[in-house]
């Protein structure tokens, strides 16, 4: 099967379909433009001959980009990011260049770096063709014996890294055909390659130039243990990590010498201290609009580093940002958002969430207290503490009406939606839910009321929580804390910053831990709720390691329902026929619905985000997530001042 500029493009997340979507369509011209401008910012370094000319820097072939209109050059995209550890910000708005990539509709994998790859029957054997003539930031061609590179660094144990690439169950075997053609190949077929591939995984494998990143490693420089230590570093492998860290590491965004194919190269690095992180136009950038004008239209962009969820609130009602969704753009602050248009040179845009839930309640199901673990397997105790619940309280106090009861399940828009999943134990019904409580063992109560657990003390439920990541999470636990202690279960709510909340996983200590509902939409790719699929996996997390294969120490055999549940989605990895995965995610989600394995809260509302009014080809509606990362895909680089 072969996919080019003129031929259907693969599928990406079975059915997505965004409604009143905007008709930006980042499809490849048939034909290539003539070459047109280059931005004005350039002009005296290729007369002084420090750069070279336009036709020099772009490939034969440069991406197309057609947008609503052609812009013009010039000027500063503001935005905020949370902390000097938000590179999520960074991904979701520089780093998302892949050698493929999915559409602005979230349908279609498109050509990207490679312009073209066909697989075979068995998808076993993926062959790619790279864009000729695209060069890196510092000017250097970018080729075969890149990607050759980041393979063989991924599979390196001493390269601290994480990507698509499973070097324990399926490894990838790489193999170059010639400068800009190379196979990928696989002992078992891996069907889902390209749908892993056009997604936020697949920056890893375009994210290191060969060039750069080799002289920091002992295969390619003898001295490279020496400079490490004279750098100031206890080995090789830390140094090269910290010079070439892997695709959204965070130190990877500390280092302006990297090269990269992004849009923008940074200037002022992201560090400890960082009040603003600065990037400035790629004069190497392999992407043009429809008129042959080298891309991107904004010479530069400013992204004001604060801990303060008021300071970036405040700068975007005083018109101080250009174009952002992540942090502020809170349920709280809508009413401040939608009044403040007016005086703030802004107006709203709207963001469909994938996220199925606003709060996910995940048990540890392998805890190390037996009768907790005990108590959190029983699917009893998961149903009563649901019924417990009110819901709709929930969504009137927290989310001002918006949503509805909502367990953790595909969206209504997704075609994996099931009803009856999506709403089962979600009805407010106190004695049903004693009836459940008592039914699990819990049918005496201490002095407090609080009911008693098999070794006599009291069923209390540590949650960790992050407020820094999503307010609303604490004031969704206050109330559920109200509600689920007139039923005699005690709620302890642990706020902790998200570094610490990592680190309790594979130690496991905790009781339970929250998050938002992913895999709403993008059901097959992540479905770390409906079955112990990764780290991402809490409430089984040491389930999740035995079927990755990942920290053996740890690793526990998982129940039987959660064992047929992998093996269903090896059958999807296996398959390359789109309709015969869907049958399997089904399958694995009638399991998911019968077991019972977390607890959610409510439909995530659709959101929103801020929009100068003066900012051109910017999305006015738009989908939210991390594998789909935007506003990334919604391709900045055509994104204009007026």
Not at 366 to 373: E, G, L, T
Request: proline share 7%; charged share 20%.
């Amino acid at each position: 099967m072969r996919h080019d500029t003129n031929m259907g493009r693969s599928k990406g997340p079975a059915g997505l379909r965004l409604a009143g979507a905007v008709a930006l369509t980042a499809l490849m011209a048939a034909a290539s433009p003539a070459l047109g401008q280059q931005a004005p910012m350039l002009d005296a370094l290729v007369a002084s001959g420090a750069l070279p000319p336009v036709e020099q820097r772009l490939p034969s072939d440069p991406l197309v980009l057609n947008a609503d209109s052609i812009g013009t050059y010039g000027g500063t995209w503001h935005m905020g990011m949370r902390g000097g550890g938000d590179n999520g910000l960074i991904v979701k708005t520089v780093a998302y260049e892949g050698l493929v990539r999915f559409d602005h509709e979230w349908k279609s994998v498109i050509p990207n770096l490679a312009e073209s790859w066909e697989a075979n029957a068995e998808a076993t054997e993926y062959t790619f063709h790279l864009r000729q003539g695209v060069k890196w930031s510092d000017g250097t061609p970018f080729t075969s014996a890149d990607i050759g590179f980041a393979v063989e660094m991924y599979q390196d144990p001493d390269y601290a890294a994480s990507s698509w690439i499973d070097n324990i169950n399926n490894p990838v075997h790489f193999e170059a055909i010639d400068d800009y053609s190379f196979k990928f190949k696989f002992d078992k077929p891996n069907g889902m390659l390209m749908d892993q591939m056009a997604s936020v995984d697949g920056i890893h494998i375009t994210s290191l130039q060969k060039a750069y990143c080799s002289q920091f490693h002992p295969k390619y420089n003898p001295n490279a243990e020496a400079d490490a230590e004279a750098k100031g570093f206890t080995s090789w492998a830390l140094y090269l990590q910290d010079r070439c860290a892997w695709g959204w590491e965070t130190v990877r965004f500390s280092n302006p010498d990297l090269p990269t194919l992004y849009a923008w190269v940074i200037d002022q690095p992201l560090t400890a201290n960082a009040s603003h992180v600065t990037w400035n136009r790629n004069p190497y950038y392999w992407k043009v609009d429809s008129a042959g004008n080298q891309l991107p239209y904004m010479d530069h962009l400013d992204m004001r580093v604060s801990e303060s969820l008021e300071e970036l609130t405040l700068l975007a009602l005083n018109g101080e940002i250009d174009f952002q969704e992540r942090h502020i753009a809170t349920n709280t602050n809508k009413p401040l958002f939608y009044d403040g248009q007016e005086a703030g040179g802004y107006h709203l845009g709207e963001v469909v969430p994938s996220a199925s839930n606003t709060l996910v309640l995940q048990l540890n199901l392998n805890h190390d207290d037996p009768v907790k673990r005990a108590l959190y397997q029983d699917k009893n105790f998961r149903i009563g503490i649901s019924e417990a619940i009110d819901r709709q309280e929930i969504v009137d106090v927290v989310f001002t009406g918006q949503g509805e009861p909502f367990q953790v399940a595909p969206r209504p828009q997704s075609p994996f939606y099931d009803e009856e999943l999506a709403h089962q134990y979600t009805q407010f019904d106190p004695e049903d839910a004693i009836a459940h409580l008592e039914a699990a063992g819990l049918t005496e109560t201490n002095g407090d009321g609080i009911r008693l657990m098999s070794d006599g003390s009291p069923a209390k439920i540590t949650i960790d929580v992050i407020s820094a990541l999503r307010p609303e999470w604490i004031d969704i636990l206050e109330i559920m804390q109200l509600q689920l202690n007139s039923v005699g279960i005690a709620i302890e709510l642990n706020n902790i910053d998200r570094t610490l909340f990592y680190e309790k996983r594979p130690s496991n200590d905790f009781d339970a831990q929250v998050w938002a509902g992913d895999g709403g939409l993008e059901v097959v790719q992540e479905p770390r709720y409906y079955f112990p699929f990764s780290d991402e996996s809490v409430w089984a997390y040491r389930w999740a390691q035995w079927f990755n294969g990942t920290r053996p120490e740890i690793a526990e055999e998982p129940a039987d329902w959660a064992k047929q549940q992998m093996e269903l989605y090896k059958q999807i990895r296996s398959s390359s026929d789109p309709e015969e995965r869907a049958s399997l995610m089904k399958q694995i989600l009638a399991i998911t619905k019968e077991q019972f394995p977390v607890i959610g809260v409510s439909l995530m509302p659709n959101s929103y985000s801020i929009i100068k009014n003066n900012l051109g080809n910017a999305p006015e509606t738009m989908f939210n997530a991390w594998l789909f990362p935007t506003p990334s895909p919604m391709d900045p680089a055509t994104w204009y001042f007026k």
